[in-house]
Each structure stands twice: as structure tokens, then as C-alpha cells.
């Protein structure tokens, strides 16, 4: 990471032939990138750059058709960042969208392992695989959680905003983007006036924190804290580019090749034949589809919005 932050604000102009050093990466075992990836990736890459749209040394793709949770609390490497300047390559653990389950009307909820459903809409929690470019970070305050040593402490989390185009050109309006994988959970309402947070009744949010690596997110591309920390300063002032697949045309493939009994590898597609196993066949949502369903969820008058409790003492 060290190499990657003192590579300076240029970006490299690697050729559009894929490099030896970078083809001993490609392949489908842990920590290795499957070709499709790569080469979109790249391509997006290039074509920004070509724009002028991003001038950074390094660029991201994510794999969402790997496994995430392999247990034992172990997370699968498919979060990738690619360095050509300086020969540079890195798998990492991301998460992918949790999805709904709403019950009595539609499900589509994510395991912690395996990613079946994906799609664009509002509130869906979902994974959009597609091109993006990092935007601004944004700093915000969360909560306080009591830390081991019984001390309130600050959650004040970063955020990278990304943009999309496409099928993904909704996600500044979805708030999609990158950030460490730390939630608070069950929130109250704590009276702390004297905080810089307070709101205007003199109340601050306080919860317990979890850090949710082995989890699943609301959509956005959450990486480990300790991972988080590194990315993100690569970032500031600094776009790049993030391909992340699959794509809607590549899940109505597979989920085509699934319904006819076909291997997708033998009809030139790609999905992790672990995880292809494990969901039997993946269902891409889109907003045009799904929106409406959730918007009618939304106005059922027997589910109001509710406001977190008053703290007990």
C-alpha cells in the first residue's frame, strides 16, 4: 500500500495487451482474478483514463460471483486492486448486498456466502455489478459505543461516494460507495448535550459497534477497517475506476444456461462454479421491477416509520 500511495498522482498507461507479471494472477483460485473481470476492469480503466476522467496510478474490480464467508471466520479474497505502475496486486475481502426478504411479498435476501440476487433499485440492498468511478469522501458521525475499557467512543466513518454509468448511474442517488465494514447496533437516543453531536433536543446516538467483515452490506462496497484504512487515503483527491461483475447481461446468461442444464464455462461464461452450486441459478432485479414493489411496501400503513428509543438509565 505504502508503494501505491508514493507512486505520485500520474497514471500509468499500460498497453492494452495484458502484461506477464499480471497474467500470473489470472486463474480462479483464492486470490487470483478471473479473466472477464480483468479484462473489463482494465478496459474501464483505460477508457477513463484515455478521458481524463481519472489520473490515479491504480484501479479496483470486484468479483461478486466468489464465495465471501468461508467460515471459521474467514473472509474470500474478490475485492482486487491493481497497481501496473508498479507491478502491484492485491486480493481483499468485500461484501456484497444483503438484499430483502419482505415478507408475504417478495424475497430477495442474500446469504453471508454466496450472492444469488443483484439489481439496481432504491432501498434494495443490493449489489450492481457495473462501471463506477470513485468520488468524494465524505467524513460523518455515527454514534458512541462503549469501547473494552469502558470509555464512550466516537464512530466517525469515511465514505467514498461513487458514480456510475449504465445500469449503475443511479448509485449517487442509492448512496453507493465504499466505507470500513463498522455498523452500530441497536441504537438509542442518549441525552449528551454538552456533545458536538447533539441534535437540537440535546440527544446523541449510542449503540454497540459491530464490525460486520465476515457480513453482508446495504449495497455499497464495505471493506475490513484495517483494509479501509489503506484504500481510502489512495482515493482522496485521486478518482479511479471499480468494475465490479457481474453485469444484468452476464446473470440472465448464466441463469439461461442453468435453466437448460448447461455448464456456463462451456458456453464461454463465467460465474464461480462454488457459488453457482450453492444458489443454482442467480435473478438480476431491476429498479423498473422492483421500485414499485418497494415503493407500495413502504406506504403499508402497518409499517410506520419508527425513531430509535430513549436510552434506559
Not at 474478490?78 to 411479498?105: K, M, N, P, Q, T
Not at 421491477?289 to 436510552?311: K, M, N, T
Amino acid at each position: 500500500m505504502a508503494a501505491w500511495l508514493a507512486a505520485g498522482s500520474f497514471a500509468a498507461e499500460p498497453s492494452s495487451d495484458v502484461t506477464a507479471w499480471l497474467r500470473d494472477h489470472i486463474g480462479e483460485g483464492e486470490g487470483q482474478i478471473a479473466q472477464v473481470v480483468l479484462q473489463r476492469a482494465r478496459e474501464l480503466y483505460l477508457r477513463k483514463v484515455k478521458e481524463g476522467v481519472v489520473n490515479n496510478p491504480c484501479y479496483f474490480g470486484m468479483d461478486a460471483t466468489r464465495p465471501h464467508d468461508l467460515g471459521d471466520g474467514r473472509s474470500g479474497a474478490r475485492f482486487y486492486v491493481i497497481c501496473e505502475a508498479d507491478r502491484s496486486f492485491r486480493a481483499i475481502s468485500a461484501r456484497h448486498g444483503s438484499g430483502r426478504d419482505l415478507r408475504g411479498v417478495v424475497d430477495f435476501l442474500n446469504g453471508k456466502e454466496c450472492a444469488k440476487n443483484f439489481g439496481n433499485a432504491m432501498d434494495s440492498y443490493l449489489t450492481t455489478g457495473g462501471a463506477y468511478v470513485t468520488g468524494e469522501t465524505k467524513t460523518s458521525f455515527k454514534g458512541y459505543y462503549r469501547t473494552p475499557l469502558n470509555q464512550d467512543a466516537a464512530l466517525i466513518r469515511s465514505f467514498v461516494q461513487f458514480d456510475g454509468e449504465g445500469e449503475t448511474a443511479n448509485a449517487r442517488e442509492r448512496a453507493i460507495g465504499g466505507h470500513p465494514a463498522l455498523v452500530l447496533k441497536k441504537i438509542c437516543l442518549r441525552k449528551d448535550p454538552r456533545s458536538p453531536y447533539a441534535n437540537g433536543n440535546g440527544y446523541v446516538p449510542f449503540g454497540n459497534l459491530e464490525e460486520y467483515s465476515n457480513g453482508r452490506s446495504d449495497g455499497c462496497t464495505s471493506w475490513s477497517p484495517s483494509d479501509a484504512r489503506q484504500i481510502i487515503p489512495l482515493l482522496k483527491d485521486n478518482p479511479t475506476t471499480l468494475y465490479i461483475y457481474p453485469e444484468s447481461r452476464d446473470i440472465e446468461a448464466v441463469a439461461q444456461a442453468a435453466a437448460n442444464h448447461q455448464s456456463p464455462s462451456r458456453t464461454g461464461l463465467y460465474w464461480n462454479a462454488f457459488c453457482l452450486k450453492q444458489i443454482g441459478a442467480p435473478k438480476f432485479w431491476p429498479k423498473e421491477i422492483l421500485e414499485p414493489i418497494l415503493a407500495r411496501y413502504h406506504r403499508d400503513p402497518e409499517l410506520p416509520a419508527r425513531s430509535p428509543p430513549v436510552c434506559k438509565p
